[in-house]
């Protein structure tokens, strides 16, 4: 069965940080990404990495304070989320697709989500 499953979320204070995980089963995935949905928000992406990790994208609105990164030996992909802000509030949900993009529509396979609360 294929399947991404996130983990990590939780409610933090602005300044803080978490580390979100995407443990990932079923088959080898190539690219992966991180997006999030805020209330009454589009989902958006907030970064992408290559299967080797040698490409990455990010976000404007994160650049400076995440970073993605996978381990393929685990089969599990990070998002290391520092400095936290309130607009950083949102359902955050990793997906697979075959080469990085910033595209939520090139994505194949999703989990489903995880809740990131940032209290001021």
């Known amino acids: 069965q294929v399947q991404l499953v996130e983990s990590g979320g939780g409610l933090v204070q602005v300044g803080g940080s978490l580390r979100l995980s995407c443990a990932a089963s079923g088959r080898t995935f190539n690219a992966m990404g991180w997006f999030r949905q805020a209330p009454g928000k589009e989902r958006e992406f907030v970064a992408g990495?290559?299967?080797?990790?040698?490409?990455?994208y990010y976000a404007d609105s994160v650049k400076g304070r995440f970073t993605i990164s996978r381990d393929n030996a685990k089969n599990t992909l990070y998002l290391q989320m520092n400095r936290l802000k309130p607009d950083d509030t949102a359902v955050y949900y990793c997906?697979?697709?075959?080469?990085?993009?910033?595209?939520?529509?090139?994505?194949?396979?999703w989990g489903q989500g995880t809740q990131v609360t940032v209290s001021s």
């Open positions: 997906a697979a697709t075959q080469s990085v993009s910033v595209r939520q529509n090139n994505y194949d396979t």
């Open positions: 990495i290559s299967r080797g990790g040698t490409t990455k």
